[in-house]
């Protein structure tokens, strides 16, 4: 059985991480437990915050409403009568699935320092010593990220749906139920949280060594071209706001990792070019000295005088 005090003192012993494939498949089941853990007690304290407020902050449950309760009373007309914004329910089971699932989500949502952290502890092992420096920055950088993608979602949804209820409203009412109004907004938080992460894994890749910016400069077009139908494809509303905005922010981050990835070449740059490597060519001869250095003779010992 796998015993993980050993397992980390063994870590400490081998700082390069070498693993067997065993190894590697109980790292993956500790670090996959761990992040299901925390995830699953996040997720119980979703689901008791959806009904109930804490510290003077109002309940999930009304904060995710604001968007629909922000939208003209014309555009929500269940509750108009006592100036509420009431979603509803067709089917006895909706209360509780649509609490169980949103909970769900704030666990995630909450988690993922946590399951950020394990994931970048997995792949580690498998990295050089000057790569895990970059540890702590990819988690707080991905945490960031994450949070910012979401809120922007909790923003854009209000707009989506003003545009989406109101655009044939002399023709017909949309009777907004908690199941899809949830539904499209904790899809929106998610599909936007992690679009904001693919920035930080260009940069990380540039890190690595694995892309330049010239390679970067030179797919820009194509990026950007791409961003936008990933924007098209990925938001689940179809309304070209919510499309319009994940594309142009995605467009300003990858803009930010390419000019990130400019930095970082031109001080590699610098470094070769200050230890003349960069007029090196590598199908000639090294320019390390390799002659012999003399050794001094060693002083005579007591031994050798008497």
């Not at 108009?80 to 009431?86: E, I, V």
């Not at 995605?250 to 230890?275: G, V």
């Not at 590598?282 to 002659?291: A, E, G, I, Q």
Request: aromatic residues 12%.
């Amino acid at each position: 059985m796998w015993n993980p005090i050993a397992h980390y003192r063994r870590r400490r012993e081998n700082p390069d991480g070498t693993m067997t494939l065993v190894e590697h498949l109980y790292e993956l089941r500790t670090r996959l437990a761990i992040a299901l853990v925390a995830i699953a007690v996040t997720s119980i304290a979703g689901y008791i915050w959806y009904g109930v407020g804490f510290f003077g902050w109002p309940s999930l449950g009304e904060l995710l409403k604001g968007p629909y309760c922000a939208l003209p009373a014309s555009a929500r007309p269940i509750g108009n009568a006592s100036g509420g914004c009431t979603l509803f329910g067709i089917a006895a089971f909706d209360q509780f699935s649509l609490r169980m699932r949103v909970g769900a989500t704030a666990g995630v949502l909450l988690a993922c320092p946590i399951w950020f952290y394990q994931l970048w502890a997995f792949i580690t092992p498998g990295l050089y010593a000057k790569e895990r420096r970059y540890a702590l920055t990819f988690v707080a950088s991905a945490v960031v990220l994450f949070a910012c993608g979401a809120a922007l979602a909790y923003v854009v949804v209000e707009q989506a749906l003003a545009f989406l209820l109101t655009i044939s409203s002399n023709v017909q009412t949309t009777l907004l139920t908690g199941e899809s109004y949830f539904g499209l907004l904790t899809a929106l938080v998610l599909i936007f949280g992690v679009s904001f992460e693919l920035p930080l894994v260009v940069v990380m890749l540039n890190r690595v060594g694995v892309l330049t910016y010239e390679r970067l400069r030179r797919w820009r077009r194509g990026l950007i071209f791409g961003l936008f139908v990933f924007a098209a494809v990925a938001t689940p509303g179809g309304d070209p706001i919510s499309m319009t905005a994940l594309a142009l922010a995605l467009t300003l981050l990858f803009e930010i990792a390419i000019q990130l990835a400019r930095l970082h070449d031109r001080a590699k740059a610098r470094r070769l070019a200050a230890d003349s490597w960069s007029t090196w060519d590598p199908d000639k001869p090294s320019p390390l000295d390799t002659t012999p250095s003399e050794i001094p003779r060693p002083s005579p010992s007591y031994d050798d005088a008497t």
